[in-house]
């Protein structure tokens, strides 16, 4: 059983830590600024008017709404009940139909096959069992449909932010890194069963501040992950952490300290055909 290849991490504890995370902070305000990771996803999995979407993961709606404006026929599932409350604000607020539901990246509260585009942005590659996530996102998609991903890379932006996280907090014993979702070769072991072919593009997500601080600001305020690792360090390990962070954003800073700041967010976007 693929669901049993990880090991012996106690994926309903590491579940409700990961969800109370996200639910902490305010990731909607987050999800704002990464609006076109979502518009260039449903552009290369080729949503046509019609289609049956299924956003996981959706958070406050991004990818669901995406699709919604390209008048396919979406539901967006998420375990956070308060960031789909954001997301039926926002599809009300662009007069959109979009169905919402509470549910889990592992155990999707939907039928086998029943839609032509499954999508999840930075989303189902934090579901702790990765076999049992992809299985899922397979599962519901149609023969001869696609699945499109959008995952950070390890060596990205982010990918980085959550190494140095692990470096201040050591990860669960045996629980792998939602980073390998970054990786083309992880993404078709994952998939390979149930996968025609696999088309990957690496692209880059810019976050742009004023300044770094201002960065770490907002992503201690608002980011589930920061905010937590950061309740969890005394004040000298905090400073130590906010250094680094600091730091992380000056070298990805592709203004290179002159002027505002513009980070590259590298990730990796994936569009499956399911054979
Ligand atoms: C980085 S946010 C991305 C949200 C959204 N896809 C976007 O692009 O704005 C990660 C999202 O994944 C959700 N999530 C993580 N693990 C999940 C799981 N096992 N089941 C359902 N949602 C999950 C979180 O609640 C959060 O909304």
Not at 3 to 22: D, L, T
Not at 136 to 165: D, H, Q
């Amino acid at each position: 059983m693929r669901s049993q290849e990880c090991g012996r991490v106690n994926f309903v504890q590491v579940k409700s830590k990961q969800q109370a995370a996200w639910a902490s902070g305010d990731f909607s305000k987050v999800a704002s600024r990464i609006v076109w990771v979502a518009e260039q996803l449903v552009e290369s999995a080729d949503v046509q008017a019609g289609d049956r979407v299924l956003d996981v993961a959706t958070g406050s709606g991004n990818a669901a709404i995406a699709a919604a404006r390209r008048n396919a026929v979406v539901v967006g599932v998420d375990y956070v009940p308060s960031l789909l409350e954001r997301a039926r604000l926002r599809a009300e607020a662009e007069h959109l139909d979009v169905v919402f539901l509470t549910g889990d990246a592992e155990d999707l509260p939907v039928c086998g096959e029943s839609f032509d585009v499954v999508t999840s942005v930075f989303g189902s590659m934090f579901a702790p069992n990765q076999y049992l996530a992809a299985d899922e996102l397979s599962r519901v998609c149609r023969p001869g449909g696609k699945i499109a991903l959008a995952s950070w890379t390890p060596t990205g932006y982010i990918g980085e932010m959550f190494e140095i996280f692990s470096r201040f907090i050591p990860p669960t014993p045996g629980l792998e890194s939602p980073m390998l979702w970054g990786h083309a070769d992880r993404l078709e072991e994952l998939f390979r069963p149930n996968a025609a072919t696999f088309v990957h593009t690496r692209r880059n997500c810019l976050f742009k501040w004023r300044s770094a601080e201002e960065n770490l600001n907002f992503f201690r305020t608002y980011y589930g992950p920061t905010l937590r690792a950061f309740e969890r360090l005394d004040e000298v390990t905090g400073k130590e952490l906010s250094e680094a962070l600091i730091d992380l954003s000056h070298r990805f800073d592709r203004n290179k300290g002159r002027g505002a700041l513009c980070m590259e967010g590298e990730y990796l976007e994936t569009v499956i055909t399911k054979r």
